[in-house]
Nanobody, 129 residues
Framework: VQLQASGGGLVQAGDSLSVSCTVS????????VGWFRQVPGKGREFVDR?????????????YYGDSVQGRFTITKDNAKNMVYLQMNSLKPEDTGVYYC??????????????????WGLGTQVTVSS
C-alpha cells in the first residue's frame, strides 16, 4: 500500500487550503483514513503527531480534532481512492507537516497515531500571520 499526500503550501492566516491523499494498493472498505499533523515545537516523535480528522470509508462517519472542528472538512472520493482535507480559516498554529494514514475500521476510529498502520510522507502546510 502507498499513500501520497499533496497540496500543501504557504498561505496567510484566514486563508483556505486543501490537501489530498491518494491511496494505492489497498481496498479501503475495511479501513479508516486519517489526517495527522506534526507541529513545530510540539515534538518530533511519531507519538507527537496530532490527530486532525478521519473518515470511516464504508460507513462514511467523519471525526475531527477539537482544534479544527468547524474549520476543516474531510471528504473522500470512492472511485479515485482519495481523501481530501479542506482547511478554512487557517491559523498560524495550523502550521505543520500533514500526514495521511490508514487504519483498520474494526478498531473504530483512533485519535492516536498508533491506531494507523500505513503512512504517507506528508505535505508541508505553513500559515503566516
Amino acid at each position: 500500500v502507498q499513500l501520497q499526500a499533496s497540496g500543501g503550501g504557504l498561505v496567510q492566516a484566514g486563508d483556505s487550503l486543501s490537501v489530498s491523499c491518494t491511496v494505492s494498493g489497498r481496498t479501503l472498505n475495511k479501513y479508516t483514513v486519517g489526517w495527522f499533523r506534526q507541529v513545530p515545537g510540539k515534538g518530533r516523535e511519531f507519538v507527537d503527531r496530532e490527530f486532525v480528522a478521519a473518515v470511516a470509508w464504508s460507513a462514511g462517519y467523519r471525526y475531527y480534532g477539537d482544534s479544527v472542528q468547524g474549520r476543516f472538512t474531510i471528504t473522500k472520493d470512492n472511485a479515485k481512492n482519495m481523501v481530501y482535507l479542506q482547511m478554512n480559516s487557517l491559523k498560524p498554529e495550523d502550521t505543520g507537516v500533514y500526514y495521511c494514514a490508514t487504519g483498520p475500521a474494526s478498531l473504530g476510529y483512533s485519535t492516536t497515531p498508533f491506531g494507523y498502520d500505513d503512512w504517507g510522507l506528508g505535505t508541508q502546510v505553513t500559515v503566516s500571520s
